[in-house]
């Protein structure tokens, strides 16, 4: 989340939640989301290793050139959040695809909604833009589209090609998990995770793999693989809402290394 909205109750979490993975201790289990969600074949998640994030910003460039997001509006935000045995710490901030999303349950449209693979999408057509969505999202993860977008995008093409056609004016904006890669990945037999072509776009410019995505339904993917070895935990999930972002606490020693 960005600065403002990551308060010193929440840093010392995360710090603590550092130190306590640094000493071994086991997996954090997640707080179970409070309703039924999506069960389809797949449940796509994304999962962040604060040890390895430098903060660099390229996830959120290539967000933007894939996405064909405006420049002032940001679908991933990548925000200091302190330090941790003198080494500055990082989190990023999609969209959470939440199994029990608030942004779901107050659209009084429908614009809102869940995929059967957990993404929860956004059907900018039907949208009004009452903003309730935005409001609702504890999460700060929509812009809302004040005006067109009708210039050239400043990213494009060195951080990508837009694959997604741009947002009408008056609807707010989030990360989709690049859904249409997903998709187009595997009509062609491609693994999200593992094949590029297959795996959102900021997952595969991060230049030292703190991201890291795949399908919770497979217990030998990336993702169950990871969250099965390692202490991880995830943004307000006290509020049950299941996001579908993990991230792996920093580790001094593996910051240094």
Known sequence: MDNKNVNRRDFLKLAAIGVAAAAGTKAIKPAEASSEGPKGEHQWAMVMDQSKCTGCGYCTLACRAHNDVPPDISWNEVSEVGQLDGHIVYIARPCM?????????????????????????????????????????????????????????????????????????????????????????????LTPGVDRDATPACCNVCPTGARIFGDLNDPNS??????????????????GTGPRVYYLPADPEEMEA
Not at 97 to 126: L, N, T, W
Not at 142 to 154: D, G, I, L, Q, Y
């Open 222 to 239: 990336n993702v169950s693989q990871v969250l099965q070895k390692h202490a991880h935990f995830r943004l307000r999930e006290n509020l």
């Open 97 to 189: 695809h939440c199994e029990k999303a608030p942004c779901v349950e107050v659209c009084p449209v429908k614009a809102s909604y869940y995929r059967d693979d957990g993404i929860v999408m956004m059907d900018y057509d039907r949208c009004i833009g009452c903003r309730y969505c935005q409001v609702a999202c504890p999460y700060d993860a929509r812009s809302f589209n004040w005006k067109a977008f009708e210039e050239p995008n400043p990213v494009v093409p060195e951080w990508g090609e837009p694959e997604v056609e741009r947002r009408p004016r008056g609807v707010p904006e989030k990360c989709s998990f690049c859904y249409q890669t997903i998709d187009r990945g595997l009509s062609l037999g």
